[in-house]
Each structure stands twice: as C-alpha cells, then as structure tokens.
C-alpha cells in the first residue's frame, strides 16, 4: 500500500522511542473496501458490533501488514473492567481484559474504541510497553495504576500517548461518574463541567492526564480528537450506537 493511504487512514502517534512502532486508526480504509455498508463503512475492526466477519478480518490482515514481518496483534475481549493481562506470547483467542503488558518484540497490543480513550505506554528504552483501555468505568477502577504496576519499569521512565475519544464538550454524564471520580481524590474536580438538569460534561484526556502524573509518569503526549464531533474521521458509539470500532496499536519492532 501507498505511504499516502497509509498517511490518509491514520493518525500520527509520536512517541519518541526508535525501536517502539504505534498506530492509531481511524474509520478510513487503507484500501478498497469489500462492502462500504453504513454503519461501518469503511475500517471497522471490531467483530462483536455486528458487521460482516469476513470483512473485519480482511481490515485486520491489512493492518497487520503494516507491522514489522512476523509481528501478530494480540486483541482483547474489552468488558469495561480493570483487569490487566501480562503476556510474552500471542493468544489466538482475545483475552478479557482492559489493558495489556508486554516486553515481547512483534507483539502488538491493541485496544479498540469508539469514544472511550486509548492510552499508549513506552518506557523510554523501548523495551516494555502496554495499552489501556481508558473508558470512564475501567479509569474509575484506577486501571492506570494497576496497568503501571505490572510493568517492570519504573513509572518516571514511561511516556503515555493518549490517543482520540469522546471530547469534554460532548462527554455528558450523570452525577455518579463525577463521585466515583472525586471519591479518588478531590483533583478531578476541574475535569468537570456543570451542563443541564444535574448533568456534567466530563474530560476524560484531562482525567488520565492527572492519574499519569499521580503515578510519576511526567511525559504526556496529547494525540487527541473528538471522535463524537468528527464522525466522518472516527466511530463514535455516544453518536451512532450502532458503529464500528478504532484500534490503538503499540509494538516493539
């Protein structure tokens, strides 16, 4: 494939690291899709929404071609928890989790989203890396720190990239999403916006901004966009419900 098309589908996700190689797509396709049928069209990689199987696979090959020769992606079973898989090896099955660790080279650990925010981590010697899915309920549950105790490096040498969600002008949520936030601690305060009728808007980037920096890690890269407000670019589950899904990449080559 082209580097334009490749440029065209993708978001640039800039984690200064040589050896680490991370992807961020979007609802684009890389090439000529099989079926361009709504709600999906064009790359959607998610085979639990309801869309065509043989046409997920068909995406996810296409993007596995874009990883270095014998990487695999390893994919998860997302159910909103804090669970935190550890790996060295592929599973062919998706393993339920939320967020994933690895020190293995050519094992890819994707996250897939359609609002909720995908977090990126390196450690700056680019020889461990994870992936978190960073929906309100997993976030609540501290899955941040739980994935960063899990990894062998320590929390100072790590960067995070955190990658596009549902945007804090379009996040509205009830009064118990802002407790279980304050009852972590009074900070995530600023994080929300009163809206209408004991509703808040609510900044999930700017959430696990401050849990990175609680737990040391300094280097925050915001590769942010509003999936909700940019749906011709991204899936947006809030928008549409019925939609496909983005995946969040990270690899050691």
Known sequence: MSNSSFNNAFDHVELPVKNIQAIQTTRLALAKSISNTPPFHSFNLGLHVGDDKKQVESNRQQLLSCFPQYAKIQWLEQ????????????????IIADA??????????????????????TNQAGTEIAAIHGGWRPLAGNIIAQTLDK?????????????????????EVGNEVKQAFLTLSAKFESCFIASKDDKWLADLVAIASIMLKQQGVEQVI????????????????????????????????
């Open 100 to 121: 994933v660790v690895t020190q293995t080279p050519r094992l890819a650990l994707a996250i897939m989203t359609a609002d909720c925010l995908p977090i990126l981590l």
């Open 222 to 253: 915001n590769g942010h966009h509003c999936t909700y407000s940019n749906t011709e670019r991204y899936y947006s589950y809030r928008k549409h419900q019925q939609t496909g899904r983005m995946a969040s990449i990270i690899c050691i080559k």
């Open 151 to 171: 990894m062998s490096s320590d929390s100072t040498q790590i960067i995070a990239w955190l990658g596009p969600c549902i945007g804090n002008t379009a996040f």
């Open 79 to 94: 159910i909103h928890g804090t669970n935190v898989a550890v790996i060295n090896a592929h599973h062919q099955q998706a």
